[in-house]
């Protein structure tokens, strides 16, 4: 369980006094195995709230506590970030590895690589991939050590749509067979309404939680299916400005959406 | 004879088969350009020699048998060998020193601003003062030797480490933060390998800066030596001599640079290409 106890987290602005405001007022809880979506317009928080969970970032007025413990002090999370960050000088089989504890079965990497399509690419630098499988070497990083929690920032973005549900399909396969807990950032409603048990929205800046929203499809759900599609509609016509991050709190009866 | 050089060298360059009709468009391989310029230096030097007494420049196959003289009665390799020796010795010393001062002082701001005084003070003392002082204060001793040449380098290192600890990717330092590697792994795969290009750099001037300080070091207080053994041949005009014991080291330090330096860049450096 994530307890997010957040009053303010501001950030130092070059050459003004004053500190930009990011996050105000952020309190949820996340419970063991529950696949979290963020969703929120373009500087609400949201990559800053992962780096408040992962423990990179502990400057905060307010507290975070996974299992009771400080983000650093529990299980080693895997991370996401927005860019792929892969050491240039590792091969994507060592980039893999690297993260991995001494002893650990590197049978596995070579598994993983191949169930995300990189099998052929195990010596390659990350020079000679495309962003797109940097991303996906980037994601095989985060899964491998199977970790717990799984902290994910737009990880699909940019990727082609066939490969993008591959990947989907086998992320939700994965955090199932392992009950992970997964906060997953997204801006993309559709992506978020197929993975996710529950849907989070931040409003703009200053990031607030705008609706807090459970997702009752059915799973295995289809990515483009009907289900995902009517969901979407249905809350973008009970709240049109849900995604710019406008909606009024407390505005909203939850029970109302739905299937 | 330059021309006739090129003329005679067309068919060996890489599309030679267009090369006829305009010379300026000849490709040669960079193996013969190096060839033909170092043809080209004993060209002008033995021409020079026509012009000047025989004292003053030795014609190169003077040089190369003085050279095979002083190898063959075993001095030669006796003196470059101790000048290589304090060369190793005072380089390890400087770029151990130099690469972990730098680090810290490109990393910790209240480390830069304390030491960046110094380092400037460093930098721009000369050579010759800091040796000099050195043989003044610790006697003429190979201490004092290794110490002076040590003295010279240091402050380039840390320059040169410096601006790439500043460089370092933040980026990549948080993943291993978040995945909380242990600092074996930090160190070697994370935060060195930023580093390399830097301490290439630095070992590649500070060869070069070291063992020409050494020179000086040994000419001025020590009794053996390449720089020692120049001194005795400046005292007796003997130029064939100086040139074949220049030679002789330049050879040693081509070959540290190509079987050393540069197999461990290529080593270091795979994943650019």
Same mark, same amino acid.
Do not use: C
């Given at each position: 369980m994530i307890q997010i106890d957040i009053s303010l987290k501001t950030y130092p602005q070059d050459h003004v006094q004053t500190n930009l405001c990011v996050l105000q007022d952020v309190h949820f809880n996340i419970k063991s195995g529950e696949f979290c979506c963020i969703v929120g317009p373009s500087g609400s928080g949201k990559t800053t709230l992962l780096n408040l969970i992962s423990g990179l970032d502990k400057n905060l007025e307010g507290s975070i506590l996974i299992n009771g413990k400080a983000p650093t002090e529990g299980a080693v999370p895997g991370y996401m970030f927005q860019s792929s960050r892969l050491m240039p000088w590792l091969t994507v089989r060592e980039n893999v590895t690297l993260v991995l504890q001494k002893g650990a079965s590197e049978e596995r990497v070579d598994d993983l690589l191949h169930e995300i399509g990189l099998n052929d690419f195990a010596d390659v630098y990350p020079k000679h991939l495309s962003g797109g499988m940097r991303r996906r070497v980037a994601l095989a990083r985060a899964i491998i050590t199977e970790p717990p929690l799984l902290l994910l920032d737009e990880p699909f973005l940019s990727l082609d749509a066939s490969i993008a549900n591959h990947l989907r399909r086998q992320l939700i396969d994965i955090c199932e067979r392992r009950s992970t807990t997964v906060v997953f950032v997204t801006h993309d409603l559709r992506e978020a309404l197929y993975l996710a048990d529950r849907v989070l929205f931040l409003s703009s800046r200053p990031g607030k939680i705008v609706l807090d929203h459970f997702v009752e499809i059915q799973r295995p759900r289809v990515p483009e299916g009907e &289900?995902?599609? #009517?969901?979407?509609?249905?809350?973008?016509?009970?709240?049109?400005?849900?995604?710019?991050?406008?909606?009024?709190?407390? &505005?909203?009866? #939850?029970?109302?959406i739905g299937e | 004879m330059g021309k006739a050089l090129l003329l005679h060298q067309a068919p060996f360059g890489q599309n030679s088969g267009t090369s006829g009709v305009k010379l300026t468009t000849i490709n040669f391989s960079p193996l013969w350009i190096r060839i033909a310029s170092v043809v080209g230096v004993l060209a002008i030097w033995q021409i020079s020699?026509?012009?000047v007494e025989a004292d003053v420049l030795p014609a190169p196959y003077l040089v190369l048998r003085s050279l095979i003289y002083h190898t063959g009665d075993g001095e030669l390799l006796l003196h470059v060998g101790v000048t290589l020796i304090r060369v190793l010795i005072s380089f390890t010393l400087a770029m151990v020193f130099g690469v972990?001062?730098?680090?810290?002082?490109?990393?910790?701001?209240?480390?830069?601003?304390?030491?960046?005084?110094?380092?400037?003070?460093?930098?721009?003392?000369?050579?010759?003062?800091?040796?000099i002082l050195c043989y003044l204060w610790f006697g003429l001793g190979e201490f004092a030797a290794i110490l002076a040449v040590t003295i010279n380098k240091f402050p380039v290192v840390v320059v040169?480490?410096?601006?790439?600890?500043?460089?370092?990717?933040?980026?990549?330092?948080?993943?291993?933060?978040v995945f909380r590697l242990n600092p074996r792994r930090r160190?070697?795969?994370?935060?060195?390998?930023?580093?390399?290009?830097?301490?290439?750099?630095?070992?590649?001037s500070g060869l070069a800066l070291v063992w020409k300080i050494v020179l000086v070091v040994e000419l001025l207080g020590r009794s053996d030596g390449v720089g020692f053994k120049l001194g005795i041949f400046f005292q007796f005009f003997d130029i064939a001599s100086i040139l074949a014991y220049?030679?002789?080291?330049?050879?040693?330090?081509?070959?540290?640079?190509?079987?050393?330096?540069?197999?461990?860049?290529?080593r270091l450096t795979v994943w650019r290409t």
């Open positions: &289900a995902v599609e #009517m969901l979407k509609l249905n809350l973008l016509n009970n709240h049109p400005k849900l995604l710019s991050g406008l909606v009024e709190i407390n &505005a909203i009866d #939850m029970e109302a | 020699v026509e012009f972990t001062l730098g680090i810290i002082m490109g990393r910790f701001k209240q480390w830069d601003a304390a030491l960046d005084g110094i380092l400037v003070l460093a930098l721009n003392l000369p050579a010759l003062v800091i040796i040169n480490m410096r601006e790439g600890a500043r460089a370092v990717d933040q980026d990549l330092l948080q993943v291993s933060e160190l070697f795969q994370v935060y060195l390998p930023q580093l390399y290009p830097y301490l290439l750099a630095s070992a590649r220049s030679f002789a080291f330049i050879i040693v330090v081509m070959a540290i640079e190509y079987r050393l330096i540069v197999p461990l860049e290529r």
